[in-house]
């Protein structure tokens, strides 16, 4: 087998640290500077020649996308001997279709970026964490190998932290996911709910109905992201006006735009947040009414 080396972006050191923790792997050192003109200048540092390299970040914003294709790039010129691109959150993944005429399908174009690297001895992976749509994986060519990787156990596990012993209902904020959330209750033999919504305009929806019976009962609200908090506040609303004793949340990507945690806090009718670190921004809020757990573990299984 190869010797193992892993690089993270800036933004992911956090989470190459944790891999560390947990794998015997060599550390990567990535020389990086930005000019005074907004350029970056990096530098491989680290002997990567006929090494497996493991490349952890995002595609979270531009900077941060290029960042990632260009230590990738670095890693394939210095004989890396494959190629594992990490990236637990997939950026413009809701952009995987277009609705108007000339939308630009993101998700796609992202795709076709990582799909252009040069191919390693032994092939090139990407491995990506609970997508908004499991077809996004289609978008990559050329040979280049994609890997969706699910959290539902770590899912599964918040949520029996939450209940503390006691029946619960799981719910989601739209139908778009009750098929998710549904596989989730059936394995934790607990009740699915989701709430119907009918679009009044092309940002606003109003809920006309809740799909199960949760008066007197704790619901758990999964979603795969939060960003602003505004679709979560509304569906928890629902459940809170349906009879819901008490509404906790589970997420993947706790994305938190636009302040969107304190949003979430101010609202007053969320007991608690739980995300994973699969997104920078988690790690910047303080508040013991949002617990993040780590997707390490998901991440070192795929290399056992």
């Not at 989601?172 to 009750?178: F, M």
């Not at 569906?235 to 979430?264: C, L, M, P």
């Not at 739980?274 to 795929?302: F, G, R, W, Y």
């Amino acid at each position: 087998m190869p010797h193992k080396i892993i690089f993270a972006t800036q933004r992911y050191q956090y989470l190459k640290n944790k891999l560390l923790a947990l794998a015997q792997w060599e550390e990567g050192i990535i020389d990086i500077r930005d000019f005074p003109d907004g350029e970056h200048y990096h530098r491989i540092k680290s002997e990567v020649e006929g090494k497996e390299v493991i490349l952890v970040g995002g595609t979270i914003d531009d900077k941060e996308t290029l960042e990632l294709f260009d230590i990738a790039h670095g890693c394939i010129q210095q004989g890396a001997v494959s190629l594992n691109i990490v990236i637990p959150f997939f950026g413009y993944s809701t952009m995987e279709r277009a609705v108007k005429e000339g939308e630009i399908v993101k998700a796609k174009t992202r795709a076709l970026l990582f799909s252009a690297l040069p191919q390693t001895a032994t092939g090139n992976k990407i491995m990506m964490i609970d997508l908004h749509v499991d077809g996004i994986t289609y978008y990559f060519e050329k040979g280049i190998r994609p890997v969706h990787l699910y959290g539902k156990d770590l899912v599964k596990e918040a949520a029996l932290e939450l209940a503390g012993g006691r029946p619960f209902v799981l719910a989601s904020t739209d139908a778009g996911r009750a098929k998710w959330v549904e596989s989730l209750a059936n394995d934790l033999h607990v009740q699915a709910a989701f709430v119907f919504k009918r679009r009044i305009s092309g940002d606003e929806t109003h809920i006309t109905a809740i799909s199960a019976d949760v008066k007197d009962k704790p619901v758990i609200i999964y979603d795969d992201m939060i960003r602003t908090g505004g679709s979560l506040i509304h569906a928890a609303q629902a459940y809170i006006d349906a009879g819901a004793s008490e509404i906790s949340v589970i997420t993947t990507h706790g994305i938190f735009a636009g302040n969107g945690f304190q949003k979430i806090k101010d609202s007053g009718i969320i007991k608690k947040v739980i995300c994973t670190d699969t997104h920078p921004n988690a790690l910047a809020i303080h508040d013991n009414m949002l617990e993040v757990k780590s997707v390490d573990k998901i991440i070192v299984a795929c290399f056992l």
